[in-house]
């Protein structure tokens, strides 16, 4: 069975950091491009940080930028979303995913991604 699992989230201050992890069963990571998503309660889904294949590529939203550092060991069928300098607005479920490669690159678009977490939750607040 194809499963992604993410864990790493919970309550933190503004200012704070988190890591969230991201692990594959049943299925090799490195076929794929990963993304990390998040929504907020009333938002739609957004697009934060997504990985090629090799993980020479990285792409970030612009809310997220020089904050969040997106990571993979594929020796370990893992990707990570380093998370500084947290903010209350950053606070919603974040989800990973993995989807076909776009070239050399990735793209944050959910509707690219074919398999999906269950989430975790990250809360910014003090």
């Known amino acids: 069975q194809l499963q992604l699992v993410e864990s790493g989230g919970g309550l933190v201050q503004p200012g704070g950091s988190l890591r969230l992890s991201c692990a594959a069963s049943g299925f090799t990571l490195d076929y794929y491009a990963i993304g990390w998503f998040r929504q907020a309660p009333g938002k739609e889904r957004e697009g934060v940080s997504c990985?090629?294949?090799?993980?020479?590529?990285?792409n970030y939203a612009d809310s997220v930028k020089g904050r969040f550092t997106i990571s993979r060991d594929n020796a370990k069928n893992t990707v990570y979303l380093q998370m500084n300098s947290l903010k209350p607005e950053d606070t919603a479920v974040y989800y990973c995913?993995?989807?076909?490669?776009?070239?050399?690159?990735?793209?944050?678009?959910?509707?690219?991604?074919?398999?999906w977490g269950q989430g975790t939750q990250v809360t910014v607040s003090s």
């Open positions: 995913a993995a989807g076909a490669p776009v070239g050399w690159g990735c793209l944050r678009a959910p509707g690219r991604y074919d398999y």
């Open positions: 990985i090629s294949r090799s993980g020479g590529s990285t």
